[in-house]
């Protein structure tokens, strides 16, 4: 079994591109201020700008991750920069919740 560094087909070079998408969007949304004196709904409608970053970072996620378990499953893809993406993307999602429960409970 060989492992390669860097993917061989197109789903797992979609998914390390994403991926690197995601980490571009994670900087950006790192950067901004955030203003945590509202919670819920208030929290929303005071920082839309943010949330829409975070639903963006989780868009990507979720997607590089599919492609990801995509390009190992189907296509026999084995590269650590797709397996990078999928550990990646199941963080992103466990990020997301988390946040989501910061901000409502």
Excluded: E
Aim: hydrophobic share 60%.
């Amino acid at each position: 079994m060989k492992i390669n560094f860097l993917p061989r087909t197109k789903l797992g070079r979609y998914s390390v591109i994403i991926m690197a998408l995601t980490l571009i969007f994670f900087i950006v949304g790192s950067l901004m201020s955030w203003d945590f004196s509202y919670y819920g709904f208030k929290f929303i409608a005071k920082n839309q700008i943010h949330i829409a970053v975070l639903f963006i970072i989780f868009i990507l996620g979720v997607l590089a991750c599919a492609l990801g378990f995509i390009a190992i499953d189907k296509k026999r893809d084995k590269s650590i920069l797709v397996l990078i993406s999928i550990i990646l993307g199941i963080n992103n999602i466990v990020g997301f919740f988390s946040f989501i429960a910061h901000i409502f409970i």
